[in-house]
């Protein structure tokens, strides 16, 4: 066994070292451990993952001395060192970028609790991505759940308290659905391991037993899962959650906690109940529908919506949509093209929330009629707000492009499912060009900021400590900066990404 | 944001409830149309008397060197799981301090509950006196005794975190911060939590490297038997037991 094999495993606990250790931390030290911890593990994700791309198979890791179907064992294969790369990417530019948010807007004693709810979140979304074991995966997503709740009420005004109680409440209904699936699953297959499970639900499919039971199962997880992760009917959670909590917080919700529950979704098709099983069941053409759904309702929601954040979380409902739709597709290009879009959304959402910290200031949201002329006075943040938005709207050489490229491609072979995909994809794409040039417009108009009249006012109201400081300025462009010449560099050579994704399906089941 | 009027709202309530209501049917209907489906419970035929159950059962003792199957199957075959579940304690401990640290109870609340503490009540003194200390013993019992009997960290560190309460309760939190106050269950809650992830990364990491963990499993039975099992035992005991009683304090009055 090669040591590079322990790396998942290492990685995961050396999150949860830093997590711990913020505990007993000032606020500094947490941040530096924090922000070191997450770079490690990108570093031991970004080894991993070229090495198994080289290697071009999986491997499964034995957590302890016992083999897998007595112990638990985690699994790493292409896919997750993608996925654990993505969420590290995007949690530690999250806590650079928002280092003025968090300084300003949490409580000086509160705010290594901060570092070390993140460093749980991120232990727990690795957990939760190499996972080979059914269970294993719903203990994570409990730590998951009660730490997105942290990240929301870390800001502790009576907004962000409300709407961590909503999230709490239709999240926890989530994880009850999952749970309810998982034991019933377990009562039919007498596995928990996604192997073993997988193997006894195809003989049990074969033998034409329990038909209806794997339907209500697969219904339950899917629609558990996708409440967690914020699908059309049940996305009303979403916009209070991303618009009132702090920069870094929402960028972080966005960006990978609710994908993290797509891909144990992805997952759970894949590799519990089998392919061919779920498709049986015609739960996708559920996944479709609701996806189509949420890909023009969203955008019709952000439309409607004047403030720019709440715009902005809305906007992710649509693009959760997409994601939900390339699922529904139900072949492979459809899946890669959905992990694929995990990946180019996550990047540019928290990209969006990243940068329009820079126009809220201290505030919680801006009016969109207010942005006039801001992008004159945050030329940086300005630049990579309308590169992400670019990207969402799908314009060529960004990700996002790619992204709605490969999911109408996926669809070609699809029948039925073709016509609903292309329409609603370009339906989908006016809608986001309408709300999303109104920001970039209003950004570079004349006439709002360029008096000095304005300048005054705007020095008045923002008392100096809540200011950015220089520091603060040079690292926030940096990260941005950074996350959109990612985004730029997958849009113009999407196909390493889309070989190791194709790649690691594969290896998938 | 358009206010919305009285009306309205009754009128999405109602339909609230309505559909509510569908959606709870439903989902009810779903799960008992599959307990009608589901493999009979204890007969040979369930899928869960399957090769996993057979070894824990008949090889449990030998392997974990635990008398009590359930504590083998947690904190060894499966301990990654409980190490998992340990952390959604930590996890909503860090939470409720979030929460609550620093918030200070409104003045009328504060006039309600501080001196009901403080109150001289004879009747729950003296039961306190003679009840905490048995509590207390019971819980150290049921925590160490974790590898050989029902029980263990979690049951156990209930126990004895419900004795802190009471104790508490009756004599009053000041007495109670002289040993457990934010810093010493602060300390408490990292180094127990410290020592079982260290412990289980050891563990994790050489049963992964199938290299010899060197730990004695000791002949089971006694009460110096099963590896690890009594050491993490004790960890999450302390862990749950500092769980415990922040989560009452900090509901309470704020803080630890």
């Known amino acids: 066994m090669d040591f590079i094999m322990n790396f998942p495993f290492f990685s995961i606990m050396i999150c949860m070292l ?22 490690i593990t990108l570093v031991l994700s970004v080894v991993l993952t070229g090495w198994l791309h080289v290697r071009g198979e999986s491997f499964v890791y034995m957590m302890g001395h016992f083999p897998a179907p007595w112990g638990n064992e985690i699994r790493a294969g292409e896919l997750e060192g993608v996925m654990a790369i993505f969420t590290c990417i995007v949690a530690l530019l999250s806590l650079t970028a928002g280092k003025t948010s968090i300084r300003t807007a949490v409580d000086k004693s509160k705010q290594n609790l901060f ?22 995966g719903y203990v994570f997503i409990e730590i998951n759940t009660i730490a997105g709740c942290g990240l929301i009420m870390i800001k502790n005004n009576g907004r962000a308290i409300a709407s961590a109680v909503r999230y709490m409440v239709v999240s926890l209904v989530g994880s009850g659905l999952f749970l309810i699936g998982t034991t019933l699953l377990y009562s039919i297959t007498g596995h928990l391991l996604m192997e073993n ?68 979704l992805i997952k759970l098709i894949y590799r519990v109940i089998g392919f061919d099983v779920f498709r049986s069941t ?42 939900f739709m390339g699922i529904g597709i139900a072949n492979e290009a459809g899946a890669v093209a959905a992990i694929f879009h995990i990946i180019t959304h996550g990047l540019t959402k928290s990209l969006l929330f990243m940068s329009a910290a820079s126009f809220t200031g201290k505030k919680e949201d801006i009016k969109i009629s207010d942005l006039k002329g801001l992008g004159h006075k945050h030329p940086v943040s300005a630049a990579t707000f309308s590169a992400a938005a670019l990207s969402i709207v799908g314009f060529p050489l960004f990700a996002g492009f790619i992204a709605k490229m490969l999911l109408a491609n996926a669809s070609f072979t699809e029948g039925w499912r073709m016509y609903g995909a292309i329409c609603a994809i370009a339906v989908s794409t006016i809608l986001n060009v309408v709300y999303f040039f109104r920001c970039i417009i209003n950004l570079y108009a004349y006439g709002g900021f360029d008096g000095k009249e304005d300048e005054t006012a705007v020095v008045a109201t923002e008392e100096p400590q809540f200011a950015p400081t220089r520091y603060e300025k040079t690292i926030h462009g940096i990260s941005v900066v950074l996350l959109a010449l990612i985004n730029l560099y997958i849009g113009f050579a999407p196909k390493l990404l889309t070989s190791i994704l194709t790649k690691g399906l594969n290896v998938f089941d | ?62 392997e974990t060197g635990a008398v009590n199957f359930v504590a083998g199957m947690i904190l060894d075959y499966r301990a990654f799981d409980t190490f998992g579940e340990s952390n959604v304690l930590f996890a909503a401990t860090i939470c409720v301090m979030v929460l609550l640290l620093g918030h200070k109870p409104s003045d009328r609340s504060e006039h309600e509950t501080v001196p009901r503490t403080v109150k001289n009540d004879v009747i729950l003194k003296t039961i306190a006196k003679f009840a905490v200390p048995f ?102 005991g302390f862990v749950v037991a500092c769980t415990m009683y922040s989560f009452f304090s900090l509901m309470r009055r704020g803080k630890i």
């Open chain 1, 18 to 39: 830093a997590a711990l250790s913020s505990f007993m931390l000032g606020r500094k030290a947490a941040a530096i451990v924090a922000k070191g911890a997450i770079f």
């Open chain 1, 115 to 136: 570092y070390l709810i993140t460093c749980l979140m991120e232990a727990s979304l690795l957990a939760l991505i190499y996972t080979n074991d059914i269970f294993t």
């Open chain 1, 197 to 264: 499970i997988n193997s006894s639900v195809a003989e049990i499919h074969a033998s034409g037993n329990y038909s209806v039971t794997i339907t209500i199962i697969t219904a339950l997880m899917t629609v558990g899962l996708s409440i967690k992760s914020g699908l059309f009917p049940f996305h009303l959670w979403i916009p209070d959650a991303y618009a009132v909590s702090i920069v870094p917080s929402s960028a972080m919700l966005s960006g990978m906690v609710s994908k993290g529950y797509i891909f144990l």
């Open chain 1, 282 to 323: 015609g739960v996708f053409d559920l996944i479709f529908v609701a996806g189509i759904a949420a890909m023009i309702m969203g955008s019709v929601a952000a439309i409607r919506s004047g403030y720019l954040r709440r715009m902005t979380a809305y906007s992710s409902v649509s693009q959760i949509g997409y994601i």
């Open chain 2, 1 to 62: 944001m358009d206010r919305i009027n009285n009306n309205e709202k009754k009128r999405f309530y109602t339909v609230f409830k309505i559909v509510a209501t569908i959606l709870m049917i439903c989902l009810a209907a779903s799960l008992i149309i599959c307990m009608f489906d589901m493999p009979r419970l204890f007969s040979e035929e369930h899928p869960g008397e399957n090769v996993v159950a057979e070894r824990y059962i008949e090889s449990g003792i030998e």
């Open chain 2, 135 to 236: 509590i207390l013993m019971f819980g150290i019992y049921v925590i160490l005794n974790g590898h050989l009997s029902p029980g263990g960290g979690f049951s156990g560190g209930a126990i004895v975190g419900s004795g802190f309460i009471l104790a508490a309760v009756s004599f009053g939190f000041d007495r109670m911060e002289k040993f457990l106050n934010k810093k010493s269950a602060g300390i408490i809650t990292f180094v127990s939590l410290l020592v079982y992830c260290l412990a289980k990364s050891y563990s994790f990491f050489t049963g992964a490297n199938h290299l010899e963990s060197g730990i004695p499993l000791g002949t089971p039975g006694a009460i110096l038997s099963s590896g690890l099992i009594l050491i993490l035992n004790i960890c999450v």
